[in-house]
């Protein structure tokens, strides 16, 4: 069993910059893959990254060149971070583990958090 909480959300400013924490518990944190993904009012959950257990990296490709994500496993924490804010980043983020990574779809993902919202205003 796996509990993930996020943090570091907020109200920023379009161009601003934000960077999200997700505090893992649970044995094996560095086997698994870490992903993070939003959903805005009215839209689906969409990916937005993940890392897999050797630091490999994927990006959707609206966070490409403006997110990166990362991973501290003696911490068991995994990060975003959010550089050059767009209105249109914003969504509650959540983050979610799994056991491998097979993909981008959110069905890969066996564990999830209570999101953190991150809001961009004009």
């Known amino acids: 069993q796996v509990q993930l909480v996020e943090s570091g959300g907020g109200l920023v400013q379009a161009g601003a910059s934000l960077r999200l924490s997700c505090a893992a518990s649970?044995?094996?944190?560095?086997?698994?893959?870490m992903g993070w993904f939003r959903q805005a009012p009215g839209k689906e959950r969409e990916f937005v990254a993940a890392?897999?257990?050797?630091?490999?990296?994927y990006y959707a490709d609206s966070a490409k060149g403006r997110f990166t994500i990362s991973r501290d496993n003696a911490k068991n924490t995994v990060y975003l971070q959010m550089n050059s804010l767009k209105l249109e980043d914003t969504a509650v983020y959540y983050c979610?583990?799994?056991?491998?990574?097979?993909?981008?779809?959110?069905?890969?993902?066996?564990?999830w958090g209570q999101g953190t919202q991150v809001t961009v205003s004009s």
């Open positions: 979610a583990a799994a056991r491998a990574y097979y993909g981008t779809g959110a069905y890969n993902y066996d564990y």
């Open positions: 890392i897999r257990w050797n630091g490999s990296t």
């Open positions: 649970g044995r094996s944190f560095s086997n698994y893959a």
